[in-house]
């Protein structure tokens, strides 16, 4: 059972903000609840009074623009992400990571700005938006500001947002042109699980350099970007030098712990691994 | 906790109630409408077994709020026949021994009419992933999955 609950929808940001000053603390933001009403079943989640903003018209946003790239506004659901032929195509890396996030009918609630939110170490997307620098706009009845996904995350289920603040959407920038992307993610099973260790990586070429971008989740308080093991990628020696060097840097960086699915020796042997066949990959493609 | 009213379609039928805030889509349909059809399991989104339409997409009825459909339209599997004949799926669960002790069919009648509707020909492929939110214990999904096949085959 759920515990006693106040809810409210506002239609627009300014009643919103309203909401959100009146109950301060006590007040929690409702998208797809995925997270959220398993988090209150378990009283995990303190908050007892739920804020819908599903039915804020300026929140709806999916929209790819030219120049400023693409703009996932806080109600687009995962669904919308997939059904998205320009994300699978420009934002690869993202399009597949949204793929691995729980099933079809999961989908059609949850979105990616309540997967960011609720800063889980295990977030699927977070990898994804930190390889492809997304920012983050965040709004509040004192105005506006944008934060670079690196630095919106603090803890485990804990982010950069104050009392009375909430992400509009996010920011995805247009990627490097001709790069590579791709989400690799272990789990238990071959579907529906959270991950073991999840890898996100970005190819591309910088005159005839190659370069490379790297993000994990399930390694570390955050899902993490090591761009110590990203410049190791980048100074002299063979690629196959060049590669375990990498390896080497982010198996440095992360700190697993041991859950029920997996131990931090497995984990930490895993980055390894991943590491190894993304860079590889991207060797071959980019 | 105050009330909310809300008014919603159920089964093409309209309905006004007062709820709880609290009170999740799951409760609305099994204890304030007694339809039983939808089932209770794990309660945290990891069965699917409560899965019922929601303007016309599936979504797993434990993680939506009563309050939150008020307006809406909702589909259970009490609403999937039509004048007391059973759909063609519903025949070919039965043809094709797609249960055994029926807890999860519901749900899996509920997701497969949807992917039959939007998508009359899917693939093997497409149907597994379709299904993929939803637990079954005794059939080892193989009979499920066909009973699907054979619907969206007899379409062509
Ligand atoms: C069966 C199951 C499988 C799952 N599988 C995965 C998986 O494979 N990978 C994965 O990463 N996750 C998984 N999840 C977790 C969850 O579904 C995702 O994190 C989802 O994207 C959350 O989105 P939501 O809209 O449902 O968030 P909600 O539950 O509505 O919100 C999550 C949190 O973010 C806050 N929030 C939401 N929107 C905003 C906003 N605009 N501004 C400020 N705060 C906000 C909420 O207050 C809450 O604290 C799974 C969950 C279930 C139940």
């Known amino acids: 059972m759920l515990p006693k609950l106040e809810y409210s929808s506002p239609k627009t940001l300014e009643e919103l903000f309203e909401v959100l000053e009146k109950y301060q603390e006590k007040a929690k933001i409702l998208a797809g609840g995925t997270d959220l009403l398993v988090s209150l079943r378990d009283r995990v989640e303190k908050a007892r009074h739920l804020v819908d903003i599903k039915k804020i018209k300026e929140l709806d946003r999916l929209e790819y623009r030219k120049g400023e790239g693409l703009i996932i506004g806080a109600t687009v659901t995962l669904r919308r992400i997939l059904e998205s032929q320009l994300i699978r195509e420009k934002y690869p890396v993202l399009w597949e990571a949204v793929k691995t996030i729980g099933d079809v009918i999961l989908k059609n609630r949850a979105t990616l700005v309540g997967n960011i939110c609720n800063a889980s170490p295990a977030a699927d997307s977070a990898p994804a938006l930190l390889v492809l620098e997304a920012n983050v706009r965040i709004v509040s009845k004192e105005g506006s500001r944008e934060v670079p996904i690196d630095k919106f995350f603090t803890g485990v289920k804990k982010t950069i947002l104050r009392s009375g603040e909430v992400v509009k959407e996010v920011v995805v920038p247009e990627p490097p042109s001709n790069s590579f992307g791709r989400y690799l993610k272990m789990m238990r099973v071959w579907s529906e699980d959270l991950a073991i260790v999840g890898v996100a990586g970005l190819g591309y070429r910088e005159g005839r350099e190659l370069r490379v971008r790297l993000a994990y989740s399930s390694v570390a308080p955050t899902p993490l970007r090591i761009r110590e093991a990203e410049e190791a990628f980048t100074r002299d020696g063979t690629m196959e030098e060049r590669i375990e060097r990498a390896v080497q840097v982010a198996s440095q960086r992360v700190s697993p712990i041991s859950d029920v699915r997996g131990s931090a020796e497995y984990r930490l042997n895993l980055v390894k691994v991943l590491t190894r066949r993304l860079l590889k990959q991207m060797v071959e493609v980019v | ?156």
């Open chain 2, 1 to 156: 906790m105050e009330k909310k009213k809300i008014t919603f379609k159920i089964n093409g039928v309209e309905k006004t109630v007062e709820v709880a805030p609290n009170k999740t889509l799951l409760w609305l349909i099994r204890e304030e409408l007694k339809l039983k059809g939808t089932k209770k399991a794990c309660e945290r989104g990891d069965c699917g077994l409560c899965t019922v339409l929601l303007n016309g997409e599936p979504v797993k009825s434990c993680l939506v709020l009563a309050v939150e459909v008020d307006g809406s339209e909702i589909v259970t599997v009490e609403g999937l026949s039509r004048d007391g004949e059973l759909t063609e799926l519903q025949k070919a669960f039965i043809e094709h021994g797609a249960l055994q002790c029926g807890f999860c069919t519901p749900a899996f009648l509920i997701v497969g009419h949807w992917l039959i509707n939007r998508n009359p020909r899917p693939s093997k492929e497409e149907v597994v992933e379709a299904l993929n939110g939803l637990l079954c214990r005794c059939t080892g999904y193989r009979p499920i999955i066909e009973a699907i096949l054979s619907v969206s085959k007899a379409k062509k």
